[in-house]
C-alpha cells in the first residue's frame, strides 16, 4: 500500500517568509508525528498527534512553529517568519496506533527546507 | 530521562566483513529500543525493534540486534557486508511513543 507522502520535497524560501509542510499519513494509522533533521542538531522530535487527543507539542523549538492535523489525516506543519536556522530536513512519521511505545513508526521521504 | 548514545559517526568496512554499529542507552525503566537506517535523500526505514519479549532481535536485511541489559547496550550486527549497506544508521529510545535518536552512524562499505 502507499507509504507516508509528504509535500514539496524541496522549499527554498527567503527569510522572513511563512511556510507549510504537508504530510500524508498511511491510511487508517492514528498517529502522526513530526521531526526535523539538521546538521547540528540530529533528530529532533517536534509534535505528536495521537487520533482525537490533545496533540503533544513538547518538542516544537519556538512559537513560531505551529502544526495541526485535519480530519485525523492530513496534517500541515507551518513555520512563520523563517530563519535560517529552520533550514533542515522535516520527517513526517504515521503509526497505527495501536500499540503504544513499541509502534513502529513509518517515515515518509522528508521536505527539505533552505530559508536564504 | 531515557536516552541513547551511539559510538562511532562513522564506520567503514570491507565488503563481507562483519558489520558492528554500537548504541548504549540510558534509562531508569526497561527501555524500547529500535535501529533506523536512511538511505540518501530518503527518509528512515525500520531495521528492528527491541520490545521485551526477546534479548536477541532479527530484523531485515540481514541485521540482528542484542539487548544486554548488563552493559545497557543494543548494539547492531550483520555477518557479511553488502555494497547496498551504506547508509545511515541511527539507534532510538521510545520515550512516551517519541522517539529520541541518537546521532547516527555513517556507513561506508569497501570493495
Known amino acids: 500500500g502507499a507509504g507516508v507522502s509528504q509535500s514539496p520535497s524541496n522549499k527554498v524560501t527567503e527569510k522572513g517568509k511563512d511556510v507549510e509542510l504537508r504530510c500524508d499519513p498511511i491510511s487508517g494509522h492514528t498517529a502522526l508525528y513530526w521531526y526535523r533533521q539538521s546538521l547540528g542538531q540530529g533528530l529532533e522530535f517536534l509534535i505528536y498527534f495521537q487520533g482525537n487527543s490533545a496533540p503533544d507539542k513538547s518538542g516544537l523549538p519556538s512559537d513560531r512553529f505551529s502544526a495541526e492535523r485535519t480530519g485525523g489525516s492530513v496534517s500541515t506543519l507551518t513555520i512563520q517568519r523563517t530563519q535560517q536556522e529552520d533550514s533542515a530536513v522535516y520527517l513526517c512519521?504515521?503509526?497505527?496506533?495501536?500499540?503504544?511505545?513499541?509502534?513502529?513508526?513509518?517515515f515518509g521521504p522528508g521536505t527539505r527546507l533552505t530559508v536564504l | 530521562a531515557q536516552s541513547v548514545t551511539q559510538l562511532g559517526s562513522h564506520v567503514s568496512v570491507s565488503e563481507g566483513a562483519l558489520v558492528l554499529l554500537r548504541c548504549n542507552y540510558s534509562s531508569s525503566v526497561p527501555p524500547y529500543l529500535f535501529w533506523y537506517v536512511q538511505y540518501p535523500n530518503q527518509g528512515l526505514q525500520l531495521l528492528l525493534k527491541y520490545t521485551s519479549a526477546a534479548t536477541l532481535v532479527k530484523g531485515i536485511n540481514g541485521f540482528e540486534a542484542e539487548f544486554k541489559k548488563s552493559e545497557t547496550s543494543f548494539h547492531l550486527t550483520k555477518p557479511s557486508a553488502h555494497m547496498s549497506d551504506a547508509a545511515e544508521y541511527f539507534c532510538a529510545v521510545s520515550v512516551w511513543g517519541k522517539l529520541q535518536f541518537g546521532a547516527g552512524t555513517q556507513v561506508v562499505v569497501t570493495p
Open positions: 512519521a504515521s503509526s497505527s496506533g495501536l500499540a503504544g511505545s513499541t509502534d513502529t513508526q513509518y
